[in-house]
Structure formats: structure tokens, C-alpha cells
């Protein structure tokens, strides 16, 4: 198994000034942990080519391995080529190649290459030019004298992300060894924090371990990614199934998807699948769920019509909850929120309901129904479901909805998938 | 003015594992260039003593203002002290005023402290501490012989960031020269991409300029932040004054306040002030309008329902579109938009409602009706308005939704101002 070492630099005044963050980084140092490559340090420079001519002599003399991101456009201020090649000691050439390239990418787009692109064309002598398949500026790989082995890839991140992809990771991972074949599997999980995840996972997750097992959070939602390796594909699967046999019987309860990495991706897949209608009624979060199964392509195959029921009058009126049950139990109630799924339900003719109402915070709480405390209900087919969670009310308004907006949704796959105590409508 | 050099280190193991972007960096690098000051690296390094060393040494050879951050928890991982004690050459000591601090800490939340806790008291020799008004680990500064002063502060953002606001900010502002005061204006607008901002900004952007003009991107909203320097207050606002006519009156059409750096917050706060209530009617946002209106606190007061009708069925049968209308003009059209947004107010009996209907993609676009063209329409107070327009639709279903979310709630700001052509209902 490789130990290679990996260091990465971000070129970009506008890094610097803080206009956005590094997202670059983050995602070459995901994937080379994937590879089993660490990484080891992370420098953000400016558009100065003394700047990334240091950065990089410093960042080869730490790891085998230099990934250099941005400063690649057409611009006078990109001078990411020059600082690389003064790096590396030598001078910068046109390379016929890249200059096909650039031109070529302006022929088939259509347009006419302004003069300041061919500038796109230069590399450091001796190096050899990467693909770019979705932009103008080509990257490309050159060795330094202590045999590190710099690639500099475009700063827009489609275009970084579709350059691994394509070709640059492959030849990472060839480089990392012949033989060394790789599988993954990835999990999608909701319902526990990264630090009751790694508590389950334990040795799982340590850093030498094949299959590596790795996880991302995004909205409270965890990606776990096993990653085995092996001499061969039957040998790497080997490593990886029984892993992921354990994996599948440990975190049962939350895992939602293993192909996708949303539950409304999978809910609305899940929906459309079975060629059924699904709404949602929402209070407290207001339109997040509608919000989320309509980011989906195709969803309009799966809803026609949702509602967002802030006030009582609505719930009552829209709905037809009771206005006996929204005095007696409160509007953030178990049985108003199964109550909201029916009402959803019949006026928008759907199979599947989702009915939220709890307290997004900062105010509104009581010791009874603190902030944090959201009632789901789930009305499926005729059967109805209703629960309740509380969450840390200081994360936050906008925490709280996103969490109860995923779970709303993991709640009707659940009822899909037959793992929800539905009970007969009365 | 100050022509002080920055460099930032971020520390953790996680930053290199690629698990989040680091979002410390980026926040410090705003700031300090607010300040005046020029940050000229970042650099990212692991939980590693001798990493966190040789960083900090180098980092302070090329700034007087070094700050790092991270890594000062309590575990045995955290090792920022020990590393920049390493870099300083001095021991570390149990600091009597930080002891009080942590233990002071735990008392408040009434929680017993764990005997590791007392591990956050250390600094190095000499070193100041820095109170954190929202956690148990201060932070430090501590000056190094060749001159620089590297500040050590708490990895969480909100930590981070309560201790910038209430104590280090000011202290840096205050080291940056006697005398110098800063007054700020900023400037939120919709509708324009950085770069046409750039372009009409022009010589305005300049680094070296007073006032300095900075803007930062979200969700395709601006912040143009405008920050003068001078001797005095009354300077300083003289120099901020007729910059800000000046930007007023040539960005006019995108900005939509000067307070609320959202429009959703805008809209509400308006809202409330004039004792309205708003709906909506959403086709293609599928629920983002009424989502970002009740992310606000408070919305409950301006909001009680609002609509999500995807299907051609839904905008009849809920929003009373005529079938007719939707047949002849289709529903991505302005007045079946208009149409929505009457049905909406009147069914949720607001003053104001806002509709959407386009083709947000990747598929359904055709010559005459592209992805990216959304129509949109306002209904207030029984006057109306329709408009349409027509963004990337390379940029993604993602961004044409959120675009359209925005532009849709900037309309309800114009319409309340009086600065949408509303034409009386027949």
C-alpha cells in the first residue's frame, strides 16, 4: 500500500482576500485520502509568481506529490505557468499540444479566440500536458529535480473536478503502484452527528486501515466512503464486502441510500419507481421540503402540489385539522402533524404526505415544547405515522429546519421501504 | 494607513482530510483587509506540533501579523500551543488568568470540568491571553524575536468570530496605528454578477484606495462593503460620505438594502413594519420563496400560508389560473405568472403575493422558452406586475432556482417601495 505524501496550493488573490472559500483543497485531499495518499499541507497564495514559486519548492521538499490549483486563465495577473516553471528551472514553451487545445475549445464552442488566450499554451519545458475536457486552460504535470511530481491543474472547480475525473486521478492512482486495484462503496446516512459516527466506526476509521473508511458531512448528512484496495478486483472486493455486510448491520437505522447522496433524491426516485404522488404540509419549515423534492430533475413526476401552513387558520382551512385539535394538543403537536400529512394527502390527491410543525427558534419555545422540538407526521396509502424529535435549539433556526427538512424526508422512504409503523386510518 | 502584511494558519487534521473548507481563513482574511491590511499567505496544516512550528516560523518571516487557529481543545491531539511555544522558543506555563477563564467556564454551564480541560490553560511563556466570551479555550498572542506578533485563536467559526468582534478585531485595529479611525457602510445588491460589479466599480476597487470597496458573493447576492480611514470619526465619515452618493446613485438598480443582507429579511422586515401579509405561488422555486421567507424569525407575523402548484391541475384548482390561459399561453408564461400571484393572494388573503413559473432545467427547455427563463409575478394591494428573465441555464438547476428565489423576493421589496409599474387589476 502506498505511503506517498501529497501537499497541495491554491493560487488566487481572491482566496486571499477572503472572497470565498478554498473548496479545491478540500476536494483533491478527499480523493488522495481515498487513494491512501495523505495529505500533508495545505498553502494558499496569491497571483505572484515568486509567491508560487516558493510555495511550491517548499511544498515539493514535504511530499512526493504537488497539486497546484488556479491562476491558469488568460489574464495577465494568471501567472501560475511562470511560478511553476521558475520552480521547476526552466523556461516556458508554447506546446503545440495545448495550443491545439485551446484552440480547438474555442472551435467547437463556436467563438473566436482572443490573442491573450494563446497564453494558455505555455508550460514549463519538459512537461507533459493534461486534458482539460470542459474549459479552455489545459493543466499539466512536470518533475522537479528532487523528483517530486508537480500537477497543476484550472482553479474553477467544475473544471478541476471534471480534469480527476476524467484522466488526472486515473493517473494518480496508476502512478501509485501497478496492480493496486481500488473499489468503493459509499453509504448515505442521516440522524447522527459525525461525532457519534466515529464513536460506532471506531477502528474503522483509522488512517492505515484497508478498507479506509472515510466521511463527509454536508446539511447533517453523512457520506461514508469505503474504500478497499488490492493486487487484483476479486481481491480488492474481498477486502470490501465483508466491511460493508458490518457496515450495513451496524448503522441500519441511519442509513438511507447507498446511491444517493440526498434523501429527496432517493425519495424522489424511490416515488417515481412506484409511480406515486407525493406533498408535504409544512409549518416550521416552510417550504424546505417542497423546496428540496423539487431541486431533484423529474420531480415534477412525482408532485403536482404542496403547502405551506404557517398559521392555524391555514392548517385548519387548507388542511382541515381540526380547530378542537389545534386548541387541545397545540399546532406543534403529534396528532396535528398526522393530522397535516391527512389534509395534504386528500386536497392534493397524493399517496405520500409529509407534515411538519415544531419550533424553529430563537423564540417561541416553553419548557413543554422547547426550541429544537419538531412533530413529523407521514400519512401513506391510508396509514399514518406520527413522531417527534428534539434537536439542540442553539444550533440555530436555519439548523433545525434543515435537519427536520431531511428527516421529514427519510421518514417517507421509510414509509416506502415498509420500515415505518404505519397504522390504519380510523 | 497601515501597509501591514498578514498570514494565516488553520490548523486540523480534518482541514487536510478535506472533511470541510476552512471557513476560518476566508472570515480573517475580510476582516484584516477591511483593516487595511494585506494577507499574503494561508497556510493548512495537520495536528502536528513540529508542522504547526515550521509554519508559523515561516509565516512570521514574511508578515508582522500572524494568526492561527485551531487545535486548541483540550484532547491530546491538540497541539497549536505546543507548537507555536516551539516556534516562540519558549515553555509552556499554566496561565493563573486562563485557569480561571476555563474553570470559569464550565462553572457557568454548571458542568464539572474534566481534569483534561485544564490542558487549554497552557500558554506560552509570555504570551497574553485572549478571553473567549463563547467557549472554554482563550486564545493568545505572543510576539516572536524577528518582530511579528502571532495571535492564536479557537478553531469553531463561532468562537472565532465572537472573539474577533468582541476584543481581538479591535485590538489589531488599535495596533495599526493610534488615531485611526474606521467607519464602514455597506450595500446588498441582487441582479448583477461580481464581474459587471467590477466593471462599474471600476478604479473604486483599487487596494490602496480610502475607502476601500470590498464585496464578497452568496447565492449570487453582493456585498459591497465600503470602509473609510481617517484621523477622526468626522474624517473618516467625510471621506465615507460622498463615496457612498456616488454608489448609491450608480448601483441604484440592484441594491436592495442597506441593512438586511438578504432579501428575504428585507421583504419581511418590511412587511411587518407596514402590518402586510405576503404569499406566494411558486412553480419552478417549488417552495425556495416561501422557504427563505420563513427562515426569518418572526415571518409567523407576515406569513400564513403559501402555495407550491407544480402541476397545470394545482395552478387551476388552487390558484383559480384559467385553463384557457394555461393552454394558449402555457404555463412558463408572464401571464399565467401574474395569474398565480392573483390566485394567491386571494386564496391566502395577503396584501402582497409572488409568483414563479420557468424552465429551471436540465431538460424542458426549447427555442422559444430555454432553460434558465423564469416568469414571475407580483400582486399587490389589487394591482399587478409580470415580468420574466432569462439567466444561464448551464449554470445548473441549482443556481436558476436560487436566482429565482432572490429575484422573486426583490420584487416584493420594489412593489411595497413603489418602484415596480404595478397596472390596476381589470
Known amino acids: 500500500m502506498s505511503t506517498l505524501r501529497a501537499a497541495l496550493c491554491s493560487v488566487g488573490d481572491e482566496l486571499l482576500a477572503g472572497k470565498h472559500p478554498d473548496l479545491n483543497a478540500p476536494y483533491l485531499a478527499r480523493e488522495l485520502q481515498a487513494l491512501g495518499v495523505e495529505v500533508v499541507e495545505v498553502a494558499v497564495v496569491g497571483d505572484d509568481e515568486q509567491a508560487i514559486a516558493a510555495a511550491v519548492t517548499r511544498l515539493a521538499s514535504r511530499a512526493e506529490l504537488v497539486f497546484v490549483t488556479g491562476g491558469l486563465g488568460p489574464t495577465l495577473d494568471d501567472v ?100 493496486t486495484v481500488r473499489v468503493e462503496q459509499r453509504f448515505h446516512l442521516q440522524g447522527l452527528s459525525e461525532s457519534q459516527f466515529s464513536d460506532d466506526a471506531g477502528a474503522w476509521l483509522e488512517r492505515a486501515a484497508n478498507p479506509l473508511v472515510g466521511v463527509t458531512v454536508a446539511r447533517g448528512l453523512l457520506t461514508a466512503r469505503l474504500v478497499a484496495r488490492g493486487a487484483t478486483e476479486a481481491e480488492a472486493r474481498g477486502v470490501l464486502e465483508p466491511l460493508a455486510t458490518q457496515f450495513r448491520v451496524r448503522f441500519q437505522p441511519w442509513i438511507f441510500s447507498e446511491q444517493h447522496a440526498t434523501p429527496e433524491e432517493a425519495l424522489v426516485e424511490a416515488l417515481a419507481a412506484r409511480g406515486l404522488w407525493v406533498s408535504a404540509a409544512e409549518s416550521c419549515t416552510g417550504g424546505l421540503v417542497a423546496g428540496a423534492l423539487t431541486a431533484v430533475p423529474g420531480s415534477s413526476a412525482v408532485l403536482r402540489e404542496s403547502f405551506v401552513t404557517y398559521a392555524n387558520d391555514a392548517k385548519e382551512s387548507r388542511l382541515g385539522v381540526g380547530r378542537e385539535l389545534l386548541e387541545a394538543a397545540g399546532a406543534v403537536s403529534e396528532e396535528v402533524a398526522r393530522s397535516m400529512a391527512r389534509g395534504a394527502a386528500r386536497a392534493a390527491g397524493a399517496d405520500l404526505a409529509l407534515a411538519t410543525s415544531g419550533v424553529a427558534g430563537p423564540g417561541g419555545g416553553t419548557p413543554e415544547k422547547p426550541v429544537g422540538l419538531v412533530c413529523f407526521g407521514v400519512w401513506f396509502q391510508g396509514q399514518s405515522w406520527a413522531g417527534s424529535r428534539t434537536w439542540p435549539g442553539r444550533a440555530g433556526r436555519a439548523a433545525v429546519r434543515d435537519w427536520a427538512t431531511a428527516h421529514a424526508l427519510v421518514l417517507g422512504l421509510r414509509a416506502l421501504e415498509g420500515r415505518l409503523p404505519l397504522e390504519p386510518e380510523r
Chains 1, 2 share one sequence.
Not at 491573450?116 to 499554451?121: G, P, Y
Not at 482539460?132 to 473544471?159: D, I, W
Open 80 to 179: 501560475t505557468r511562470h511560478g511553476v516553471a521558475r520552480a521547476a528551472g526552466v523556461a516556458l514553451m508554447l506546446d503545440p499540444k495545448a495550443h491545439d487545445q485551446v484552440t480547438a475549445w474555442y472551435r467547437t464552442s463556436g467563438r473566436e479566440m482572443p490573442a491573450s488566450n494563446s497564453r494558455q499554451a505555455l508550460v514549463p519545458e519538459g512537461a507533459a500536458v493534461l486534458a482539460n475536457p470542459v474549459g479552455t486552460a489545459p493543466g499539466f504535470e512536470v518533475s522537479l529535480e528532487g523528483g517530486a511530481v508537480v500537477r497543476v491543474l484550472p482553479g474553477p472547480p467544475s473544471e478541476l473536478r471534471a480534469m480527476w475525473e476524467q484522466g488526472v486521478g486515473g493517473r494518480v492512482r496508476a502512478s501509485l503502484g501497478q496492480g
